[in-house]
Structure formats: C-alpha cells, structure tokens
C-alpha cells in the first residue's frame, strides 16, 4: 500500500505554506519581496490555498485508510 503522489503534494504545499506563513509572522522575509503587504497577501493566499486543498481532498495516511481508499474505489467501480 502506497501514499498516493496527491496526498504527498498537498501535504507538503500546506507544509511549506503553514511554514511560509509563521516565518512571515515573525518578521523574516521568506518572499524576496520589499513589500511587505504583497508578502502578506501572497503568503495569506498560498496558506489558505494549501489549507482548503488538504481539507477538501481525503488524504490518507494509515495503511487501514488506504485499504479503506481501495475498498471504496472497488466498490464504486462494480
């Protein structure tokens, strides 16, 4: 049983937000930006987009889950 390659990428996209956002929040640059209200908006925008992709999508993680994942899919299919 694998993680599918659409949990790995969502995961690390609203690692690398979440992670983007503290840093911004505590005042060290991240975005080689001078502005700090573009910075905040982009970081704002990559962290709420992160955040509803890994809230909308199932990501499963435990083998249980993704056996769980594969007995949902044969079902559908027949």
Request: aromatic fraction near 4%; charge should be positive.
């Amino acid at each position: 049983m694998n993680i599918s390659i659409g949990t790995i990428a969502r995961t690390a996209c609203l690692a690398l937000a979440l992670t983007n956002q503290i840093l911004s929040a505590t005042g060290h640059a991240v975005l080689p930006i001078e502005d700090s209200q573009l910075e905040a908006l982009i970081t704002s925008g990559l962290t709420v987009a992160a955040s509803l992709a890994a809230w909308w999508k199932n990501n499963s993680f435990t083998p249980a889950a993704i056996r769980a994942d594969e007995s949902l899919k044969a079902a559908r299919r027949g």
